[in-house]
């Protein structure tokens, strides 16, 4: 019977069980993006209006900021749906990534609104635009502060519980909505006081929030792309590995790909251990892994013979 001193590293892969529904995390995704799409739809929309009401630019800015939304919430369904298709010879892995991409498509929508927000901001400065109506651009301000908090919660709790990093992206651009309104608001009230400049200076306040959120976002999409994880989760997989008698030491490893945490584990075990009593401590490296790790959503066990 063939030992683990015989050959060379033998690998075994497992699925990890866990109490994870895929199918209920994709539709409250699905949820989630639908219900933040009208409701920022609608909120632009109003505050488009009264931005051309007024001629403020502050309000202009982060009403085609919510509409904008509206365009991510359409990547990041595209990004859901793609990343259901099942593997291929070409992509074994299936299309997981996908919902990864579609928070790089948030991060491109997010500095194109800071370019245009900081354009019109600038232009209004520099011409001594005017600004009318004022109170009711106060009033369209309010609402984009109140409807994107909602829907930036809304988003937040859901990406949370289902670990959806595209879906966390897309809650932070709401909560900078949010912001941008604020500061929307606080440049109405500037200009209320007889300050005219406060319009443009408030356009260009929300300019560096959309440009500080986009950095963020662009830094949590690279960081996933270039397979970065928690230290944290490397070591709970090599405690809850090392925990299982007969491994000697472990090493772990792990990337995402969408949802999915993947770890591999080497195990440096007794070199006269058979093949078959070398997978079946795998199985239960598994089980520990993912009663340590429920994140996890597959493990790949490599035996190695522990040197004597």
């Not at 219900?35 to 009264?50: D, H, K, N, R, Y």
């Not at 309010?142 to 595209?166: D, E, F, M, P």
């Not at 925990?243 to 030491?249: D, E, L, Q, R, Y």
Request: charged share 20%.
């Amino acid at each position: 019977m063939h030992k683990i001193s015989g050959i060379r590293e033998p690998a075994a892969a497992f699925g990890l069980l866990s109490d994870r529904d895929d199918a209920a995390e994709r539709r409250a995704a699905n949820r989630a993006v639908g219900v933040s799409a009208i409701g920022l739809a609608a909120t632009g929309l109003v505050e488009l209006a009264l931005a051309v009401l007024t001629g403020s630019v502050g309000l202009l800015g982060d009403a085609i900021h919510n509409l904008s939304d509206v365009s991510t919430s359409a990547l990041v369904f595209l990004g859901f749906r793609l990343s259901r298709r099942p593997p291929t010879d070409r992509y074994p892995y299936g299309l997981e990534r996908a919902e990864d991409l579609a928070g790089a498509g948030i991060a491109v929508v997010i500095w194109a609104s800071a370019a245009f927000a900081g354009y019109e901001s600038i232009h209004k400065l520099v011409s001594h635009g005017h600004t009318a109506h004022v109170t009711a651009g106060m009033v369209g301000a309010v609402l984009g502060i109140v409807g994107n908090q909602v829907v930036a919660r809304y988003k937040l709790i859901v990406g949370r519980r289902i670990h959806s990093a595209t879906l966390l992206a897309d809650a932070r651009h709401s909560w900078l909505d949010a912001l941008s309104s604020a500061g929307a608001l606080a440049g109405l009230i500037a200009v209320a006081l007889g300050q005219p400049w406060g319009d443009p200076v408030a356009g260009l306040a929300v300019t560096v929030f959309i440009c500080h959120v986009g950095a963020e976002v662009t830094g949590d999409v690279v960081h996933r792309l270039a397979d970065g994880v928690d230290p944290a989760d490397l070591t709970a997989a090599e405690a809850a590995a090392g925990s299982v008698p007969g491994v000697v030491h472990a090493h772990a490893r792990a990337r995402w790909t969408g949802r999915t945490l993947r770890v591999e584990i080497e195990g440096w075990v007794d070199p006269d251990l058979t093949i078959r009593d070398a997978d079946a401590l795998g199985s239960r490296v598994a089980a520990a892994v993912c009663g340590e790790l429920p994140r996890a959503g597959s493990l790949t066990w490599v035996a190695r013979a522990a040197p004597q």
